[in-house]
């Protein structure tokens, strides 16, 4: 029986099966590491064993002390701080080759987010329905604007799902274990990302409506909506029955309309 831990303020759950922690670190082997919520050490204990050096991060003061007494290794490099407010001004971004993490699941989108930014591969553990989402298909049930991003920035790879039961607390629902890399070459603004997050928050509706009804967050006006709706592609589409790529090339034609709108 394991001594029943609190979820900390994030709502974090830890992980205590070490077979577990071992699969994850065997991606470690001789790179420089970033762990995001070691929390109580179980995955930063295996990490170090395999890996050249490990950077963890750990926001809660009281698992920080816990880990500076229980693990004083030469190759653990132990921060307190929340990992969202580091810069590479704080860490050398540039010397971490992969992150291998249980992350705190609250922070699961904006740790993708970054990943994406600083183009850095990963094997993290996940709710498991966030992975469904990252991974859903258009026109399913699941699919979003996570899906999109996912798609068109990331290749995924499935490794292992972890039952709730390896977790203390238990959590409501199973995790996930993935491996991502970004893509290559993507080169995807600001500007497009900003379009097809404001369409897939009218997923449901044509891509006329949508485009309507995102006209306070695009300046797009009903002309433009009415130009793109003409064109064959888009016609009697729904903006979720729409791949990644697809909707990659209604953004662009948007933003080209704006632009022709505006001079």
């Avoid at 077979?19 to 001789?30: C, V």
């Avoid at 929390?39 to 500076?68: N, R, S």
């Avoid at 997923?203 to 064109?231: C, F, H």
Wanted: net charge positive.
């Amino acid at each position: 029986m394991f001594t029943k831990l609190k979820a900390t303020k994030m709502g974090q759950v830890f992980l205590v099966n070490r077979d577990i922690a071992m699969n994850e670190a065997e991606h470690a082997y001789e790179k420089t590491v970033l762990e995001i919520g070691p929390g109580h050490g179980i995955l930063t204990l295996e990490l170090c064993k395999k890996a050249k050096k490990v950077i963890a991060v750990e926001k809660d003061k009281l698992l920080y002390d816990e880990l500076k007494r229980n693990y004083n290794l030469e190759n653990l490099q132990l921060i307190n701080a929340d990992f969202l407010d580091l810069t590479d001004k704080d860490v050398d971004y540039s010397s971490i080759d992969i992150v291998i993490s249980n992350i705190p699941y609250v922070i699961s989108s904006e740790v993708i987010a970054w990943l994406v930014k600083y183009k850095k591969e990963a094997v993290l553990c996940l709710q498991k329905e966030f992975v469904e989402h990252m991974m859903a298909a258009s026109g399913t049930r699941k699919y979003t604007k996570l899906s999109v991003f996912s798609a068109l920035a990331l290749s995924i790879s499935e490794i292992m799902v972890v039952d709730k039961g390896n977790f203390n607390p238990i959590p409501s629902i199973d995790s996930e274990i993935i491996y991502i890399r970004p893509k290559q070459g993507n080169n995807i603004s600001e500007e497009e990302w900003k379009v097809i997050n404001a369409l897939m928050q009218h997923k449901k509706k044509t891509v006329r409506r949508a485009i309507l009804d995102s006209e306070s967050y695009l300046n797009t006006g009903k002309k433009i909506a009415d130009m793109i709706s003409q064109e064959e592609n888009y016609s009697k589409r729904r903006v979720f029955s729409m791949s990644p790529e697809e909707l990659l090339v209604l953004a662009r034609r948007i933003i080209a309309y704006q632009k022709t709108k505006g001079s």
